[in-house]
């Protein structure tokens, strides 16, 4: 049998979604039943995405299957940053986020997130406050406090009430739970990003599939692991406003790389290529 969960108008923040999803999974696991994919409107602090990302390693915001490659300049990241410490009738724009299950060894479930639509927000964030880049200098003052220029470091330490009220700050989120990985591409392409900006290769990347995964891990390997010496990249200036990322092997005045997936797009016309026998 397959169960439907009408969506709701209640706002779920982490723990009440957590022990709302435990019932429904609990259930189903009884009653021997599928879930049909709903959503929730939620929210969360950004405490809870720090300790998250960072800390407990619970929720993914950049799934190479889906999210594209974090491109978000110094100026849109101080931009969020400024956004947040002013509260006012602006604010960030609502994130999505996808909700896995599995038993651990205890027998109790384990609910993972992963970013479906949001990496360039949330990922601005964890980057203040990892203390790549501070904040903006034309951030007015807060309260009276001068918190213009200042690392995630200094705003701790001299503007702890500041620091405060930026990690117990809500970003608004719809959770997805009971998507396939095809539904959540579908999801990606066809409703959270169906702009004509979008390119080709980006669309083909969140396919699931042999060939999205080989291109992927080629062009964008995973932390620690090789790609083909061809493929390397550098990154000159990594300290500035406007870091250049360049392929090792070919022009770095002429050739660079700017994040919407151009390495992954020449694997893929190789591949064709090679299979259509075309050569010099």
């Known amino acids: 049998a397959i169960v ?7 706002m779920y ?3 009440q979604l957590i022990e709302y999803l435990s019932d429904i999974v609990e259930t189903s696991q009884k009653e021997t039943t599928i879930i049909e994919p709903f959503s929730l409107f939620g929210g969360f602090s950004i405490k809870w995405l720090y300790e998250s990302v960072v800390l407990n390693k619970q929720l993914d915001i950049s799934n190479r299957a889906y999210q594209r490659e974090f491109v978000a300049s110094l ?3 101080q931009g969020i940053m400024q956004t947040i410490c002013l509260n006012g009738y602006k604010r960030v724009p609502e994130v999505h986020i996808r909700v896995t299950w599995k038993r651990g060894k205890d027998g109790k479930f384990i609910f993972i997130f992963e970013m479906v639509d949001g990496q360039q927000r949330t990922g601005s964030i964890l980057n203040f406050l990892n203390g790549d880049f501070v904040l903006p200098e034309s951030l007015p003052a807060i309260d009276g406090h001068d918190i213009r220029n200042l690392s995630v470091n200094e705003l701790r330490t001299d503007h702890s009430l500041i620091f405060e009220r930026i990690m117990s700050h809500n970003l608004k989120c719809t959770w997805y739970f009971g998507m396939s ?13 169906n702009v004509s900006t979008m390119r080709h290769q980006e669309i083909r990347n969140a396919t699931e599939g042999a060939l999205a995964s080989y291109i992927r891990n080629y ?9 083909h010496d061809l493929f390397e990249r550098t990154i000159l200036n990594p300290n500035s406003k406007k870091p250049k990322t360049v392929l090792n092997w070919f022009s770095k005045e002429k050739f660079t790389l700017n994040g919407h997936m151009e390495l992954d797009q020449w694997i893929s016309e190789m591949i064709y290529f090679n299979e259509h026998d075309y050569s010099n």
């Open 219 to 227: 062009a964008r390997p995973l932390k620690g692991e090789k790609t």
């Open 13 to 15: 923040r982490p723990n």
């Open 4 to 10: 439907s969960y009408l969506k709701s108008d209640t």
């Open 75 to 77: 100026g849109f990241q």
């Open 181 to 193: 990985d095809e539904q959540t591409s579908d999801l990606f392409i066809n409703v959270l990003n």
